[in-house]
């Protein structure tokens, strides 16, 4: 699986970005998909993750209420709409793809649970 992400950018506090995050290969159905982020200096963390089905998810709860994921398996995309953005939320965010969707938050909220990863897009939001 290869992934594309796309869609970040510079933002005022209040706003809100949607990204994107293309995927090739035939397993994309079947991969629960996640977002992470980065900020400098930091630790990847997990932002929110979404079964092959597209039926559950669950979020980081520094992003409940504001963050939405979804996917087009037509598409063979994923997305992630980030409403009320705050300045803690620049990052790099990264798409990544696992072979097993985890209810676990134990195991999904883990980069070593995730098998292929996205090159990252900046989101920046200002104060």
């Known amino acids: 699986v290869q992934l594309q992400a796309s869609g970040g950018g510079l933002v005022q506090a209040g706003g809100s970005l949607r990204l994107s995050c293309a995927a090739s290969?035939?397993?994309?159905?079947?991969?629960?998909m996640g977002w992470f982020r980065q900020a400098p200096g930091q630790e990847r963390e997990f932002v929110v993750v979404i079964s092959g089905s597209g039926r559950f998810s669950y979020n980081a709860d520094s992003v409940k209420g504001r963050f939405t994921i979804s996917r087009d398996n037509a598409k063979s995309t994923v997305y992630l709409q980030m409403n009320m953005l705050k300045p803690e939320d620049t990052a790099v965010y990264y798409c990544a793809a696992a072979g097993r969707f985890y209810t676990d938050r134990a195991y999904y909220s883990q980069v070593g649970q995730y098998d292929f990863w996205g090159q990252g897009t900046q989101v920046t939001v200002s104060s």
């Open positions: 290969g035939r397993t994309f159905t079947s991969s629960a």
